[in-house]
């Protein structure tokens, strides 16, 4: 009989995160719901710690290197690289994992240092891609961090959004955040009026 992926487990236990946090991922568990004995888990894994290690080792795989490396791949201006970023970091699979991962943060030093590590990674890359376009650090601090709490929090924003449904008013929100500077923009303006009366003179 072949053998369960490994994978397979560690796609069990993320599941099984985001649905009941750390404690609902039991070996027991994970094994009945893949239809397996659990033998072939202690082939691949020492005991539940080591899948608990490898289960955020791939979470932080899939929301920081690959989105980065994907990002960097396809291309494009600051903005849109923070809008694709966005996306693929929380895409709603990966978004109900993170959200879990906090919650396990408050209760495990060890992973709540590991949070704290792929935040500040997040952080850093979208102080670069809004130090792309705005040169105030005071701006560029606001709008990564409010960007951020924006990606995260949204899933506990219940309000309701007239003429807007949920999804337009966050993305309207995130397009605001993405605009150039007022000051960039006045002066973009006041280049133009005087371009426009040299022409008229």
């Not at 791939?58 to 994907?70: F, H, L, P, S, Y």
């Not at 809008?83 to 209760?107: M, P, Y």
């Not at 990564?144 to 309000?159: D, E, N, Y």
Request: charged share 30%.
């Amino acid at each position: 009989m072949a053998r369960t992926p490994r994978g397979r487990w560690i796609e069990a236990g993320l599941a099984a995160l985001a649905r009941g946090g750390p404690d609902a991922v039991r070996v027991e568990t994970l094994a009945a719901e893949l239809g397996v004995t659990k033998g072939g888990f202690y082939g691949y894994f020492d005991g539940r710690p080591a899948l608990l290690t490898e289960m955020l080792d791939e979470w932080e795989r899939r929301c920081t290197g690959e989105v980065i490396a994907q990002v960097d791949a396809e291309g494009g201006d600051a903005a849109e690289r923070i809008r694709r970023a966005g996306q693929l970091t929380f895409s709603e699979d990966l978004h109900r994992i993170d959200l879990a991962v906090r919650v396990w943060a408050r209760h495990d030093p060890s992973v709540a240092k590991r949070l704290r590590r792929i935040d500040n990674e997040r952080m850093e890359f979208l102080r670069k891609m809004f130090g792309a376009f705005l040169t105030d650090p005071d701006e560029i601090e606001a709008r990564s961090i409010l960007t951020f709490a924006l990606a995260i929090g949204r899933h506990f924003i219940v309000a309701d959004h007239p003429g807007y449904t949920r999804r337009e008013a966050v993305q309207l929100a995130g397009e605001h955040l993405l605009r150039p500077s007022a000051q960039k923009t006045t002066e973009n303006r006041d280049q133009g009026d005087d371009e426009q009366t040299e022409v008229s003179t």
